[in-house]
């Protein structure tokens, strides 16, 4: 049992309490494809989602420990153990806090670091229009964004979920590198923001997935991550070159959407000059004609 600061009320985890603890472990680790972690797929996967061995290896836990608590079986689970398990099952607050109420055990993180990408954000980025625009994580993942940003770079609707990341998009996608007029110095920069912002997610098995995942498909990823470079991230001028529009001058600026610079950001990307400005309808067709 344990007490419960916000109530002063004691938990007892009961027999009842494990068994739906097990299940909903269960039913989270399914859903996720090994993919989505930077892990292979394989031909004799006859588990949905995750092994319960991958999961107790992103989360840095015992094997038997995760396989007992997906058994019910009656065992005492830390907060932080608790705390791992929800980042590698990618659970959102409500699951999180579901997870540690079933587990008897008090959320050490704050409700307010979780911060979903909202309707009233989503119609933000939508009224943003010509303007391309996204909000990004601190890992840099695009959590969403709106027309022109999707057609920016590379046609972002046919990048599949796990791959809408801004740096495995800038070493592993040809459209979005080819619109990148000095390669090798914006992917450097991008290193450097990486590992700089991974300073305080260390211990995050979603960071580490990302960073293994990235050092396995890219040589050049790798070679630039060995040079420890670090960068901080910031509002700064974009060029890029694209196939239609042609060169694209854009000064991008991040608004975090709470306090911390790992906290999700609505990034904007505003024309520096009158001819950018002209070209951005092209990057969504041209715009709707007024009937007067």
Same mark, same amino acid.
């Given at each position: ?52 061995? *991958? ?39 409500? *699951? ?51 027309? %022109? ?109 709470? %306090? ?33």
């Amino acid at each position: 049992m344990y007490q419960d600061c916000r109530c002063g009320i004691v938990v007892a985890v009961t027999d009842q309490r494990r068994e739906e603890l097990a299940s909903f472990l269960r039913s989270r680790r399914e859903r996720i494809a090994p993919e989505e972690v930077g892990l292979p797929r394989g031909r004799r996967r006859r588990t949905p989602g995750l092994r319960r061995e *991958e999961v107790s290896q992103l989360a840095a836990i015992g094997t038997t420990w995760y396989t007992w608590l997906e058994q019910g079986r009656d065992i005492q689970v830390s907060a932080e153990v608790l705390d791992a398990i929800a980042r590698t099952l990618r659970l959102d607050q409500s *699951e999180r806090e579901h997870l540690f109420a079933l587990a008897g055990a008090i959320d050490p993180s704050p409700a307010a670091a979780f911060t979903p990408v909202t309707d009233a954000l989503r119609d933000l980025l939508d009224q943003l229009e010509p303007l391309p625009a996204c909000v990004q994580n601190g890992r840099y993942d695009l959590l969403a964004y709106n027309r %022109p940003f999707s057609k920016l770079m590379c046609d972002l609707d046919a990048v599949p979920p796990e791959d809408r990341n801004v740096i495995w998009l800038g070493f592993l996608n040809e459209q979005w590198k080819a619109t990148l007029p000095d390669l090798e110095q914006t992917q450097r920069a991008m290193v450097a923001k990486f590992r700089a912002s991974m300073v305080e997610n260390l211990d995050d098995p979603t960071w580490k997935a990302l960073l293994k995942r990235l050092q396995a498909a890219s040589p050049e990823f790798a070679e630039y991550w060995d040079d420890h470079e670090v960068l901080r991230p910031g509002n700064q001028l974009k060029v890029y070159h694209h196939p239609q529009a042609g060169v694209l001058r854009l000064s991008a600026t991040s608004l975090w959407t709470q %306090p911390g610079s790992n906290r999700p950001r609505l990034v904007t990307y505003t024309p520096v000059d009158e001819e950018t400005r002209e070209k951005l309808h092209l990057l969504t067709g041209p715009p709707p004609l007024v009937t007067v």
